[in-house]
C-alpha cells in the first residue's frame, strides 16, 4: 500500500553536528586504542578511573525501592514538596530569612539544565527584559538553553588568556554598560569551563553593581560542595546576595555533588521581594512545566531527600562529598608537579589555583587535536579538562602529552 | 543591606489558575468528607481504592537497584539505547518493516507530554507547516503543549454529543478541509476523554484521506493493551499507517501500562521514508532535547527495558496489564448495571461502549458541580470520569449521585 509520496516530508533536514561537550565521549568511545583517556564530561571517577555512586546514596535508594509500602504516582507539577524545601535550606541556609518569610519558591526540575530551562522560559513570559549576560567563556548549553527559552544572549568579559585569571574590570565595565534590568547569568562557585572564580570581596563588588543598576542575578549552582570541600563556604555568592533582601534565581544540580547524573535531579528556585509575590510566580512556574513534561520523575529526588532530611545521611554525604572534592585538588596538584618536574615550558600554577573539576589549560585547539590523535587524550576543544578523569595512575601520560603538546605545536 | 528596590520585579505577575485536570485532585485533597470519590486524574486504582505498582515492576526494579555494579551515569541525549529500541518494537511490532529498514528515529522522552513536547519543538523548527489539527474534545493538556512548542492548533470534529459516539462525517469534513501537510493529532486509541475510537475500518478511510492529502499524522499512544487488553490490537491504527510506507510521529508513555506515572518514561519515535532522513532527524531531535534537560531520567526507562526485554517478565506484564484493563471493563458494567437498576433517565449504554481509562458521561458542568457538592465526588468539569478510580463498593455511591444528578439538575 503506497502512501502516494516519494519523498520524505523530513528530507530537507540537516544533520546537526556532534554536541560539542557529549560528543567528546562519542569519539573517545570509538577510539580503538587500548591506552585513552576521558576528560571531556564533568563526570566524577574514583582513583581506579570508575564512576561512583555515592554509598549513601546506594542505601538510600535500596531502602527506598525494598519499601513496598512506596508507590509511583504522579508528582504535583512543582516536584516533590519535602525535596524543594530541603534544597531551598541547602543553598539559602537553614535559617534564611528569605525562607523563612516564605518568599522563595523552588520547584524540582531536570538537574540544572532542567532547571535554567524552565527560569530562562518565565523570564521570556514574564519579566520585562529579554537580555540574559553570559560570560565569556561559559558551559556550551548556556547560550542554547537561554535563547530557545526566548531569551537574547549577550557576553560579559570573565576570564582573561594573559593572567589565566578573571579580567575582574572587564566584568565591571560590561555589567556596568548594560540595559537597567537585564539579567545576569551567574555561576554560584567553580566556573565552568575556567574555574576561576571571584573572590569574597569581587562578589561584593559585583552584588553592588548589579543592585544599583537593577540586573537580575540568575545563579547556576552546579558544584555545591564540589569546589571547596565545603557546602556552605560554596553558596557564600548566592547567599550574599539573598542577604540584601533583592531578587533572584538559582538553578541548583545534584548531578555532581549527590552523584545524581543520569537520574536527572535539581530545582528552580526565585527569590521574590514578598511572599505573595511568590505564591503567584510559583502558579506561573506551573504553566511552564505542565506543557513540557507535566510533572517531575521522583526516583532521583525520593534519594536526595531522604539523604537531605536525615542527620546520619546528611553528615555521611558531606564526607564522601569532600572526599571527591579533595581527590580533584590532589590531581591538581599532581598535575602541577608532574609538568614541574618535566621542565614543561610555560607557567602552570594555574592548574592548583583554578577551582572545581575542570582545568582551563589554556591549550589551543590545535595542542588539543595533538594530544588526542597522538596521546589518545580527550577534551573539549577549548582546552577545559575535567580532573575529575585524572588518577594518579594516569596523571603521567596526561603531562608527557601536554609537555610533548606546547613544545612541538605553537 | 537594601537592595535599593521598593517593588518586586514580578509585581505584575499574574495568579494562574489551578490546572483543570491536577486541579481536581488538589479539591479532593482538600475535601474534609469521610466519603469522597476522587475520579479526576486518569490514575489506576485497585478494587481497594489504593494505587498499584506492577509485581512485575517491583521485581525489575529491586532486582536493578539491589545490582551494585549499576552507575548513574548521564544517558546519552536520546535516552537508553535498549529502552528505545524495545519501545519501538512495542508499538510497530516485532517484525516491522520500517524498524528493519531502520527508518525510524526512537527517543526516550519524558512520558507522553515529553515526547509530545519534543516532537512538536521538532516540526515547529523543521516542518514546512506549522498548523496542528486536534481532535474535539481532547486532553486538556494538547493545545497548550503544541502552542508553547510553536504550533498553531486548530480542531477537527470527532465527538458527537447527540449519539455519544464518532461524529465521521464530520472528522472527514474537517480534515478534507485541512490544508495539504497540515499536522494531524490522532489518538491511537482509547481517546481521551470520550473513549471513542474508530473502528477498523473507519481508521482505514482516515489513514486514505490523510495520505492523499499529504497530512502528517502524530500519534499519541498513552493506552497500549490498556483499551483492549491486548498490546497489538491496540496498536493497529499505528501500524496500519506504518504499513503503507509513509511517514508519522508517535508519542508513546508507560505512565498507564505500566504504572510508571511519577517516573515519567515515553518515547517519542519518528518513521521516515528512509534511513538517511532518519539519521538527519535524529541528530535534529538531539538539539531540541539538550536545551530543555540535556538527557533523560534513567531509572525509570531502566525498569521498562528489564521487563520488555525479558520473555518472562513481559509475559508476567502482559497478565498484569489484562487484568486493570479487565477490572475497568467489568466497573463499566457495573456502573452500568447500577443506573439501569436505579432507573436513571437516559440512554448509559455509551458506559459499556466506550474503551479505555475513561467515561465521557455526557453530563453537563452544573450537574458535575452538583455531584461535587452533594456527594463529594471529585471529576473534571466536561463530565470525564476515570473508570480506574471506580470500585464494587464506589460504584453504587456513583450511580446515586448520577442518577440525583440527571433528576435534579438539568
Known sequence: ??????????????????????????????????????????????????????????????????DTSRVKEYLPIVGLAEFNK????????????????????????????????????????????????????????HPKVFTIAGLSVKTYRYYSPETRGLDFQGLLDDLNAAPSGAIVLLHACAHNPTGVDPTPEQWEQIRQLMRSKGLLPFFDSAYQGFA???????????????????????????????????E?????????????????????????????????????ASIVATILKDSHMYDEWTVELKAMADRIISMRQKLFDALQARGTPGDWSHIIKQIGMFTFTGLNA?????????????????????????????????????????????
Open 1 to 66: 500500500m503506497a502512501s502516494g509520496h516519494g519523498d520524505s516530508v523530513f528530507a530537507n533536514v540537516v544533520r546537526a553536528p556532534e554536541d560539542p561537550i557529549l560528543g567528546v565521549t562519542v569519539a573517545y568511545n570509538k577510539d580503538p586504542s587500548p591506552k585513552k583517556l576521558n576528560l571531556g564530561v564533568g563526570a566524577y571517577r574514583t582513583e581506579e578511573g570508575k564512576p561512583l555512586v555515592l554509598n549513601v546514596v546506594r542505601r538510600a535508594e535500596q531502602m527506598l525501592v525494598n
Open 264 to 300: 536527572r535531579v535539581g530545582a528552580l528556585s526565585i527569590v521574590c521581594k514578598s511572599a505573595d509575590v511568590a505564591v503567584r510566580v510559583e502558579s506561573q512556574l506551573k504553566l511552564v512545566i505542565r506543557p513540557m513534561y507535566s510533572n517531575p520523575p521522583i526516583h532521583g
Open 228 to 262: 571547596s570541600g565545603s557546602l556552605d563556604e560554596d553558596a557564600q555568592s548566592v547567599r550574599m546576595f539573598v542577604s540584601d533582601g533583592g531578587e533572584c534565581l538559582v538553578a541548583q544540580s545534584y548531578a555532581k555533588n549527590m552523584g545524581m547524573y543520569g
Open 366 to 410: 590545535q595542542q588539543v587535536a595533538f594530544m588526542t590523535k597522538e596521546y589518545h587524550i580527550y577534551m573539549t576543544s577549548d582546552g577545559r579538562i575535567s580532573m575529575a578523569g585524572l588518577s594518579s595512575q594516569t596523571v603521567p601520560l596526561l603531562a608527557d602529552a601536554i609537555h610533548a603538546a606546547v613544545s612541538t605545536v605553537v
Open 86 to 141: 530541603l534544597s531551598a535550606k541547602l543553598i539559602f541556609g537553614v535559617d534564611s530569612p528569605a525562607i523563612q518569610e516564605n518568599r522563595v519558591t523552588t520547584v524540582q526540575c531536570l538537574s540544572g539544565t532542567g532547571s535554567l530551562r524552565v527560569g530562562a522560559e518565565f523570564l521570556a513570559r514574564h519579566y520585562h527584559e529579554h537580555t540574559i549576560y553570559i560570560p565569556q567563556p561559559t558551559w556550551g548549553n
